[in-house]
Every structure is written in C-alpha cells, then in structure tokens.
Nanobody
Framework: QVQLVESGGGLVQAGGSLRLSCAAS????????MGWYRQAPGKQRELVAT???????NYADPVKGRFTISRDNAKNTVYLQMNSLKPEDTAMYYC?????????WGQGTQVTVSS
C-alpha cells in the first residue's frame, strides 16, 4: 500500500510564490519517478513537472522558468516551488509516484491565484 499526502496549497496573489510538498509512504521502489500534475475546473489533468530518483527532470512548457521540482529520496518526498504565479496556474495540484508499472496518486491540494 502506498500513500501520498500533499500540503502547501492556498490562496496567493498573482506574482506570488507557494511551495508544495508531497510525502509518500509505504512499499515504494527505490528507483521511481515522482511528479506533480494539475487539473483546473472543466479541464483535463495535465503534467506540471516530474523528477526521477536520479534527478532527471521534465517540465511542462507553461511552468518552465517559474516552477522548480525537487525531492528528498531519503524521505520519499517531492517538492514544487512555484514562483511568479499567474491566475492560470489556479488548479488542484496532485502528486504521484510511478514505479514498476504502478502509479499512485495523492488527494490533491488546491492552489488559487488571484489577479
């Protein structure tokens, strides 16, 4: 059983910053990919950023240069530093972990950016 718990969401003004955290627990393979996705109302869930155990990263174009993903492998925790936030970044943010063909999701944390 794998559980992921996100935290750090909230309401922020445009141009502001937030830092999301996601702690994973349970039977997690040492080699995995952890990532962040988001879903705005009426839209499909989309990739934000991912990071492998070895530090390889992938970012969606809309967040490049503004968001930074990082992780602490010892704690099975992934972070998302979000700077220069825009109203279009408003969404529910979900973290996930992938390994050995399995994908596990957290419950999500809401990020709202006011203009």
């Amino acid at each position: 059983q794998v559980q992921l718990v996100e935290s750090g969401g909230g309401l922020v003004q445009a141009g502001g910053s937030l830092r999301l955290s996601c702690a994973a627990s349970g039977s997690i393979a040492s080699i995995n990919t952890m990532g962040w996705y988001r879903q705005a109302p009426g839209k499909q869930r989309e990739l934000v950023a991912t990071m492998t155990t070895f530090g390889s990263t992938n970012y969606a174009d809309p967040v490049k240069g503004r968001f930074t993903i990082s992780r602490d492998n010892a704690k099975n925790t992934v972070y998302l530093q979000m700077n220069s936030l825009k109203p279009e970044d408003t969404a529910m943010y979900y973290c996930n972990v992938k390994f050995s063909g399995y994908v596990y999701w957290g419950q999500g944390t809401q990020v709202t950016v006011s203009s």
